[in-house]
């Protein structure tokens, strides 16, 4: 049987991030993903960053991704196409690659950065071709170079929605108009004011009542919605489209943690159900480590300083770092972190992430 010092499951943000961190201190590291492409959403991502130069504002996503995967190749494997389908208490993880082949790797520490999936949301005609997420349209666009339709209609005003119409526009295709059931804008205001520029019309308090099609979407129903959420009766209108975006969130992606038997908490407003951990990532299950979006939806900035840490705190219980340097520099990690969850946007995940933490190190002092 094949062995590693850490296997990574996920190389997106967090787990190329986790890889470079434990693979530059020594560690033999397998980093495992489903996808053919490494990197996850930064591929996907043509706006530039904003913040700090410490969180690389002013590069634009594919390029950090680019960046962080030449770092990451000369420091860990990295196998595509293979899908985790068990992880077992020695650590053993079962994977099929290719779709075909069935390979175990045992290893001595795991770290989990599956990510998030898009939300859903049901309407008559949401199952007719054109009617799909938004991360799609952006992988349709971004990495394809494919306008799904000239006219679309986007759900949600979260900064998914918020950044993926203007990157409709960028692509040359129209948004007639952004969809928010709630009263106020989720997303960021500057993310909100480039598009109220860019002519698109957002309506709040308003959601799609059905799709109008019989082989594709041509089209769809809004309506307005009361203080109840319940449609108000006559406000009905028609918005033409060839397509309809969803961007209604993002689930962290639990399964592989819960297959583990890491300790699960529901904390809403960071995505869902998700690992509770301590402040080095560490789960309830000692030696597996869950980093990114799978611990509470937030940006890519702070996935890739939550990899880091995992990365660091795997290194450190195998002996490749001592625990001085390793403290210096988990507290590096951790005062960007701080800095990334202040604010208006931020200071709520900071006392969200907090609850989960104190929960992790709760459990480890018991």
């Known amino acids: 049987m094949r ?29 495992v993903d489903e996808n053919a492409k490494p990197g996850g959403q930064l591929f996907k991502q043509i706006h530039k960053f904003f913040g700090s130069r410490e969180h690389l504002a002013g590069i634009r996503g594919f390029d950090i991704g680019q960046e962080l995967l030449a770092q990451a190749q000369p420091c860990a494997q990295i196998k595509l196409n293979s899908t985790v389908y068990a992880i077992y208490p020695d650590k053993q993880v079962a994977l099929i690659a290719d779709g075909v082949h069935q390979e175990t790797i045992r290893a001595k520490k795991v770290i989990l950065a599956a990510g998030a999936s898009e939300n859903v949301l049901a309407f008559p005609g949401s199952t007719l071709p054109g009617v799909m997420s938004a991360g799609a349209v952006q992988t349709m666009m971004n990495v394809y170079q494919v306008l799904p339709a000239e006219e679309i209609l986007m759900i949600g005003s979260g900064n998914v929605g918020l950044i993926v119409s203007y990157q409709i526009v960028q692509a040359g295709g129209k948004v007639n108009a952004l969809l928010e059931a709630a009263p106020r804008i989720g997303g960021y205001g500057v993310h909100a004011a480039k598009i109220s520029r860019a002519g698109i019309p957002i309506l709040t308090r308003h959601t799609v009542q059905k799709v109008l099609g019989e082989e594709h979407v041509e089209g769809a129903i809004v309506v307005q919605l009361d203080d109840n959420v319940q449609p108000v009766p006559g406000s009905e209108r028609m918005i033409a489209c060839g397509a309809i975006a969803i961007a209604v969130g993002l689930t962290p992606l639990t399964e592989l943690a819960h297959l583990a038997g890491c300790q699960l908490t529901f904390i809403s407003r960071l995505g869902g159900m998700l690992p509770v951990h301590d402040d080095n990532m560490e789960t309830t299950v000692p030696g597996i480590y869950a980093a990114g979006d799978l611990t509470g939806v937030e940006e890519a900035s702070s996935a890739m300083e939550e990899g880091r840490l995992a990365g660091i705190a795997a290194a450190e219980a195998l002996g490749y770092i001592d625990a001085g340097a390793a403290a210096k520099r988990k507290a590096q990690v951790w005062e960007r972190l701080h800095m990334l969850r202040s604010g208006d946007f931020g200071s709520y995940r900071r006392q969200m992430k907090e609850e989960v933490i104190e929960k ?7």
């Open 3 to 31: 062995q590693a010092d850490i296997i990574i499951v996920g190389a997106g943000p967090a787990g190329l991030s986790a890889a470079v961190e434990a693979g530059r201190l020594g560690a033999q590291v397998v980093v």
């Open 360 to 366: 992790g190190r709760i459990f480890h002092a018991i």
